[in-house]
């Protein structure tokens, strides 16, 4: 804590995962050699810049802009970029140590990073966007390649700004090799890759059900968030046959006890994706759907909680509400949206419970993929794609199970993605030598 003073976030992800380790290190020890988990928990580079754009009135603007560039023990560096008022090294720093660790459970050659700015998208035009967009890559540029570090996207950066970055890039470079991920179908981008993450959200929470003899179907879900994870756990969530009851955003929660359609999913997406407007404008044009404004959606009674939006999103007091109302699984889309006493409190109460850097890696899964599509010029089709997310959110399980199960046969899913992720970076490290 004395040498990241101001960082509660990233201390907190550090403090989850070791707590996990601390165990399995004491029975093995020779994981903790040559100062291996001093190293882990230092990022290998952080860069921090200016970036200067001109808004729409002629106003020069001055944001901040980060790139934490975590490990690079099992590949590039790799992980989004994120544009929100609230990120800072501390936010950026939690986020890349959490990839490093998600990124070796999906079994692909990545590393782990993660980048953004203090920019915030919200009541920009498109052509401000795009200016901010350019500055931002005008220094990053530098820093990222195919071999090197590989961004995406995240909260604030979908398909639109990763395209404006991936222009940039190509200009100032003169290549066109694969250094983002999340591209559009016409220019490189990969089938199903803004899907994934909430679909592997959903894969995974299907896994977990499933060793209780339960699926989704028929199962009453509520979903935080509205954006590009939310939106696509709801559309998975309801082909599996569950009612999705929630989505929110940070003016509040819709609550519509039919629950959702693909018809009012459309609505939905339209709102959010091309208009950039909020839920309570949707729940103004849907009939039936009720809006809470400020409020989160953990107090209504579901079986299948699935939190997208942002970290520390559910506190302890949501968890017991979530309990006391006899939720069996959460499922995390978003990056440490439960605080440590909340995750803890889930365990507690037997709830099948997964922390995202396991069950929302479809994400970098399939950025992966489309970096090897990339790679050897192909793309594969839908299929094809969601076939292997599938095939990987299955193989993440059966690591968490693996190296979760505790002494009465029951398993932390916290323990064993924690564990997991951990053994495939130690190794790799200590191959590697001191580095
Ligand atoms: P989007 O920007 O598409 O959506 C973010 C959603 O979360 C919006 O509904 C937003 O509401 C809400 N939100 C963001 N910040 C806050 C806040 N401080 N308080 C309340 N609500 C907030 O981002 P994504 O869907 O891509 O990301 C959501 C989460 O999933 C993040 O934690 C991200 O790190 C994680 N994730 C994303 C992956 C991806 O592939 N995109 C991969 C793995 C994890 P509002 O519009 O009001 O801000």
């Known amino acids: 804590a004395a040498r990241n003073p101001g960082q509660p976030e990233f201390l907190q992800a550090v403090t989850e995962v070791m707590e996990s380790l601390w165990p399995f290190i004491e029975k093995n020890p020779k994981y903790a050699d040559n100062a291996l988990l001093e190293r882990l928990v230092e990022p290998e580079r952080i860069i921090q810049f200016r970036v200067s754009w001109m808004d729409d009135k002629g106003q020069v603007q001055v944001n901040r802009g980060f790139r934490i560039q975590h490990s690079m023990a099992i590949g590039p560096f790799k992980g989004g970029i994120r544009f929100h008022p609230s990120v800072n090294q501390s936010v950026l720093k939690f986020l890349a140590f959490e990839q490093t660790f998600k990124n070796a459970l999906t079994t692909l050659p990545m590393g782990g990073g993660k980048g953004g700015s203090d920019f915030d998208p919200k009541g920009k035009s498109s052509a401000e966007v795009m200016r901010f967009c350019q500055a931002f890559v005008t220094e990053l540029y530098r820093h990222v390649g195919p071999d090197t570090d590989v961004p995406a996207g995240d909260i604030g950066v979908g398909g639109r700004e990763v395209g404006f970055m991936a222009g940039m890039y190509k200009k100032l470079s003169n290549s066109a090799a694969c250094v983002f991920t999340g591209k559009g179908l016409t220019f490189g981008g990969s089938l199903i890759r803004p899907e994934a993450t909430g679909y592997g959200t959903v894969y995974f929470a299907q896994e977990m059900l499933a060793t209780r003899g339960q699926s989704m179907a028929g199962k009453t879900v509520s979903v935080s968030g509205s954006g590009n994870v939310a939106q696509y756990a709801v559309e998975k969530a309801m082909q599996l046959g569950a009612k999705v009851v929630t989505v929110s955003d940070s003016s509040g929660t819709v609550y519509d006890k039919d629950g959702f359609t693909a018809e009012k999913l459309a609505i939905l997406m339209d709102i959010k994706n091309n208009k ?15 809006f809470f404004a ?105 690591a968490c199970l693996k190296y979760g199960k505790r002494a009465d046969g029951t398993v932390s899913y916290i323990d064993g993605a924690n564990v997991a992720g951990f053994v495939k970076v130690a190794e790799a490290m200590q191959a590697q030598g001191v580095i």
């Open 276 to 290: 950039y407007g909020r839920v309570n404008d949707y729940a103004a044009q849907v009939p039936g759907v009720e």
């Open 294 to 398: 400020g409020v989160r959606p953990w107090n209504i009674k579901v079986d299948v909680a699935l939190p997208c939006a942002t970290q520390n999103e559910l506190d302890l007091a949501d968890a017991k509400a979530l309990i006391a109302n006899g939720v069996v699984c959460v499922a995390e889309g978003a990056n440490m949206p439960s605080t440590i006493e909340a995750a803890k409190a889930f365990e507690a109460a037997g709830v099948l419970y997964a922390p995202g850097k396991a069950s929302n890696a479809g994400g970098v899964a399939t950025s992966g993929l489309e970096m090897s599509q990339n790679a050897g010029r192909l793309s594969w089709t839908a299929e094809e794609v969601d076939a292997r997310l599938l095939q990987i959110m299955q193989g993440i399980h059966a």
